[in-house]
């Protein structure tokens, strides 16, 4: 099989990138007031570029009123004072590229702030020329709500405007209203705001909420979901999103959106779509009106962690994708659970070894790296929005936003006050300056896979073959030209056998530290080990007939 072209250095860096996702209030505090700030994420990426990573995407810095933390935006183009100001991004951004970082925002398409100028216009009166810059509806039929369509944080998705008598939509928060992309004046806006941070030297953006941009404007009823279980689902769940979401003019942007970035020069769009792989694979579209160039694969997230089903989803996700497209993997980000929360701490770190050897581009959630997990937040100290609309659901994103621990000191390096959310009680030694010195921990794992990963063209670009689940170990293959690699995990925490190929390679790296690298792999495979082997060019593949192949 011929190699495909080696991309690195060219405008196709985002296929070997490592996207490292920072939640800009808890990564360093520079000022005392207890939350993480553009100077303190400047101060902080020598740490980043030590840790092996090459990409830095910021959650927003926004002027906001802060009720859903930057995502309800008031200011596109500048900074809330909280963070710093515009010069702070132009630091930041010099500092990166000095020590060849690459910097990506988040970009908020789908609503803004109701204390926007653009919506405080709108809402002024029915003829206001940016009226229709936002989504309204006349009441329903029995004077309520225009129907059924359901906020993400609880609630209907309508609010009333007293003054003009008709309801605004929001997906989110009621303090979130729905831009009306429709509109092309709205289009044009938000494709200035793009420019505008391109201007400024920022290398991408990762596209907020994107599924939602359009709406059915016959406004009709969702069709109810017979599965939905009050008692522990979020409210949302009760009707399935057809009339809210993936709208086909939403496809018409997302080629929009990249001939526009592509035509400004060496750029990257991440889109935030949770969806399963074949759906997925659409944001692509084709190679003659390419799609998105990354979009976010969150399938981790909720597939079980076992063999059997993450085998089940790298064939499914490889099958589904064009072959113009580039993969894109997830582990965690600043919404959900925590890895090691979910699976334990010997399990993340296979999971870390799955997310950096996988064919893709891998995305990093700030603190997996030390394995952080989620932090019990007492009510009185509650943050997030959606744990406020509706408390006790366990829908609350504030365990997974805690600071980042960088020593043992009383404020762990991230603050001399106190911290915006509570660290976690393990923060005195899961902290870097511990890890980093520790040649066993997650840090030095990490930077280990980092490492070997920018070392072999196998891993950031090489094909994707043979991969399987036997008896709770998961196997695959990455090969570039006549290098191939055999990267073989414990799942299932037993331990076990190594497939016969992989007894007679050369070990590159194990999770468990003690089994040294450059030595034969041997017969076994550890308990929650994961080892990436190098196979010799007369190792023998496992027969095609005897396992799934991906077409790559």
């Not at 496809?251 to 779509?273: C, K, N, Q, S």
């Not at 399987?468 to 925490?493: E, F, K, M, P």
Request: include cysteine; aromatic fraction near 10%.
């Amino acid at each position: 099989m011929s190699s495909p072209p080696d991309h690195r250095g060219s405008d196709r860096w985002w296929q070997t990138a490592t996207i490292y996702h920072v939640y800009p209030r808890s990564l360093q505090d520079t000022v005392g007031d207890g939350v993480g700030d553009l100077p303190g994420v400047t101060q902080r990426l020598p740490d980043l570029a030590e840790l092996g990573i090459d990409t830095v995407w910021l959650s927003p810095f926004y002027r906001s009123p802060m009720l859903d933390f930057g995502y309800d935006v008031t200011d596109h183009c500048d900074v809330d004072p909280v963070f710093g100001t515009l010069a702070d991004v132009d630091e930041l951004v010099e500092t990166a590229h000095r020590l060849g970082l690459r910097v990506l925002l988040d970009y908020i398409p789908n609503h803004t702030s109701d204390q926007h100028r653009w919506f405080v216009e709108a809402r002024s009166a029915r003829d206001h020329p940016r009226r229709d810059w936002y989504v309204w509806s006349d009441p329903g039929t029995d004077g309520g709500v225009p129907n059924n369509w359901r906020s993400e944080f609880g609630g209907p998705a309508w609010t009333l405007d007293e003054a003009t008598g008709q309801y605004y939509y929001h997906a989110y928060l009621a303090e979130q209203p729905n831009l009306n992309w429709h509109h092309p004046d709205v289009r044009r806006a938000m494709l200035d705001i793009l420019r505008f941070w391109i201007d400024r030297g920022v290398d991408g953006f990762r596209l907020d909420a994107f599924r939602r941009l359009f709406v059915d404007r016959a406004f009709p009823d969702e069709p109810e979901n017979p599965d939905y279980r009050p008692e522990i689902d979020n409210e949302s769940f009760a009707v399935h999103p057809i009339h809210t979401s993936e709208q086909p003019e939403l496809f018409d942007v997302v080629a929009e959106l990249r001939r526009t970035i592509d035509a400004w020069g060496d750029h990257v769009l991440l889109g935030e779509v949770y969806v399963e792989p074949d759906a997925l694979a659409r944001y692509h579209l084709t190679p003659d009106r390419p799609g998105l160039h990354l979009a976010g694969n969150f399938n981790l997230l909720w597939t079980e962690w076992d063999a059997g089903s993450l085998a089940d989803l790298v064939n499914r996700y490889e099958d589904a994708l064009p072959d113009h497209a580039w993969p894109n993997w997830v582990l965690g980000n600043h919404d959900r659970s925590r890895i090691a929360s979910r699976i334990g701490n010997a399990q993340a770190r296979v999971a870390a070894m799955f997310l950096l050897t996988v064919r893709g581009t891998p995305t990093i959630y700030y603190g997996d790296e030390l394995g952080m997990t989620d932090v019990i937040i007492p009510p009185e100290l509650v943050q997030d929005p959606w744990e406020k609309n509706v408390p006790g659901r366990g829908f609350g994103r504030d365990p997974v936003r805690t600071p980042m621990p960088w020593d043992a000191s009383d404020g762990h390096g991230f603050t001399t006050g106190t911290p915006w959310l509570p660290f976690g009680a393990d923060a005195g030694g899961r902290n870097v300056a511990s890890q980093r010195t520790d040649p066993a921990s997650m840090w030095n794992l990490y930077r280990d896979l980092l490492r070997l990963r920018s070392d072999e063209t196998a891993l950031e670009l090489g094909t994707m073959h043979d991969v399987r689940a036997q008896d709770g170990v998961l196997h695959y293959q990455r090969r570039w030209g006549d290098r191939t690699l055999l990267i073989v995990l414990d799942v299932g925490g037993s331990g076990g056998p190594l497939p016969p190929e992989g007894r007679r390679g050369t070990v590159l790296l194990s999770t468990n530290a003690a089994r040294r690298p450059g030595r034969p792999a041997g017969a076994r495979l550890g308990v929650a080990e994961g080892l990436v082997i190098a196979l010799g060019p007369d190792h023998g593949s496992t027969p095609a007939s005897d396992v799934p192949m991906t077409r790559r």
